[in-house]
C-alpha cells in the first residue's frame, strides 16, 4: 500500500529517536509501533487506552502511531497509470477501526485513482476500517488486466460508524468478477447486535462495463437503522451475469440504461408458434 503526498506532514518524525512503524495490513491483521528498547516493543491492540490508561508510555506510543497514520490520511493522494496484479486488494482506503477512528475527525478524502489496470482480489475497496469517514473518492478511466472477485467493493458494518459518501466511478470496465459494484453495510456479518451504524450515500456509478459476472452485477445492502441512499446507476452494461441487481434497506436508488445480463431487442410478435392453447 503506497502512500502519497505525505511527506510534508511527516516531517516532524525527522531525526526522532527510536520510531518505528510496522506494516500496515488489510482486514484481520494487525499493524504494531515499535520502540527502539526491545524491552519496550509492543503491539498496537495493547496500547488501547481502555486496557492501559495508567501506562504513559504505552499511551504515547498509542498515540504516535495514530497521529502518523491519521497525517497520512488527510492528502490529496491520486493513484493513476498502475498496472496491478496481486493476491489481495488492488486500492484500499481506509481510515482507522471503532474506537480509533472516532476520536479523530480526519477522514480519508480527495483520492483520485485514474488510468489503472486491475487483476487480483478486488479492484478497489473502501473499508472496512473507516470509522473516521471516507469521501471524495473517484475512480475514472480504469481497466482489466485479468480476473478480480469483485471489481468495486464498498464494506462496512454496525462495529464502525462513521460515513462513506461521495463517491463516484466513473468509466470502468472488468472481465470476469464474481461480483461487479457490492456496497454492503453488514460486512462478514460482524457487530450486527450493535449500533454503530455508518451513514453510507451519495454514489455515482456512469459508464460502467463488465463481460461476466458469476453472482450479482450491482448489489446494496444497508440496514433498516440506516438504509443506503443517493445511489445512481447510469449506463451499466454486463454482457452475463447471475444476479441483474439486489438492493435491501435503500431509497432514492436511481438506474438508468442498464443491461445486466444481457441486451433486450425488439418484442416478439404473437404467432401460432406460441402455442398458448398448448400450454
Known amino acids: 500500500q503506497a502512500v502519497l503526498s505525505a511527506y510534508a506532514n511527516l516531517r516532524s518524525l525527522y531525526n526522532q529517536t527510536y520510531v518505528r512503524l510496522g506494516e500496515i495490513r488489510s482486514d484481520n491483521t494487525t499493524y504494531s509501533w515499535l520502540s527502539g528498547n526491545p524491552a519496550n516493543e509492543k503491539g498496537i491492540d495493547e496500547f488501547s487506552s481502555p486496557l492501559l490508561p495508567e501506562n504513559n508510555f504505552l499511551a504515547s506510543c498509542w498515540d504516535d502511531s495514530y497521529k502518523t497514520i491519521l497525517r497520512c490520511n488527510i492528502v490529496i493522494g491520486r493513484i493513476e497509470n498502475i498496472e496491478f496484479n496481486n493476491g489481495d486488494?488492488?486500492?484500499?482506503?481506509?481510515?482507522?477501526?471503532?474506537?480509533?477512528?472516532?476520536?479523530?475527525?480526519?477522514?480519508?478524502?480527495?483520492?483520485?485513482?485514474?488510468?489503472?489496470?486491475?487483476?487480483?482480489?478486488?479492484?478497489?475497496?473502501?473499508?472496512?476500517?473507516?470509522?473516521?469517514?471516507?469521501?471524495?473518492?473517484?475512480?475514472?478511466?480504469?481497466?482489466?488486466?485479468?480476473?478480480?472477485?469483485?471489481?468495486?467493493?464498498?464494506?462496512?458494518?454496525?462495529?464502525?460508524?462513521?460515513?462513506?459518501?461521495?463517491?463516484?466511478?466513473?468509466?470502468?470496465?472488468?472481465?470476469?468478477?464474481?461480483?461487479?459494484?457490492?456496497?454492503?453495510?453488514?460486512?462478514?456479518?460482524?457487530?450486527?447486535?450493535?449500533?454503530?451504524?455508518?451513514?453510507?450515500?451519495?454514489?455515482?456509478?456512469?459508464?460502467?462495463?463488465?463481460?461476466?459476472?458469476?453472482?450479482?452485477?450491482?448489489?446494496?445492502?444497508?440496514?433498516?437503522e440506516k438504509p443506503i441512499y443517493n445511489v445512481t446507476f447510469d449506463n451499466v452494461d454486463v454482457d452475463k451475469a447471475g444476479i441483474g441487481l439486489g438492493f435491501s434497506n435503500t431509497k432514492t436508488i436511481g438506474v438508468s440504461n442498464c443491461n445486466l445480463g444481457g441486451y433486450v431487442g425488439v418484442p416478439s410478435t404473437a404467432s401460432a408458434k406460441d402455442g398458448i392453447f398448448d400450454k
Open 89 to 224: 486488494d488492488n486500492v484500499a482506503i481506509k481510515c482507522g477501526r471503532d474506537n480509533d477512528g472516532w476520536k479523530t475527525s480526519c477522514p480519508s478524502e480527495n483520492i483520485i485513482i485514474r488510468n489503472c489496470k486491475f487483476k487480483g482480489l478486488h479492484g478497489v475497496v473502501l473499508g472496512s476500517e473507516m470509522s473516521s469517514g471516507i469521501q471524495h473518492v473517484f475512480v475514472e478511466n480504469c481497466t482489466y488486466g485479468g480476473y478480480c472477485k469483485r471489481g468495486i467493493f464498498i464494506k462496512t458494518n454496525p462495529d464502525r460508524g462513521g460515513f462513506i459518501r461521495d463517491i463516484y466511478v466513473n468509466n470502468c470496465e472488468f472481465g470476469e468478477v464474481e461480483d461487479l459494484f457490492y456496497v454492503t453495510s453488514m460486512y462478514a456479518g460482524e457487530g450486527m447486535d450493535n449500533h454503530h451504524f455508518t451513514e453510507v450515500h451519495d454514489i455515482y456509478v456512469k459508464d460502467l462495463k463488465c463481460k461476466k459476472v458469476n453472482v450479482a452485477a450491482l448489489v446494496l445492502q444497508g440496514t433498516e
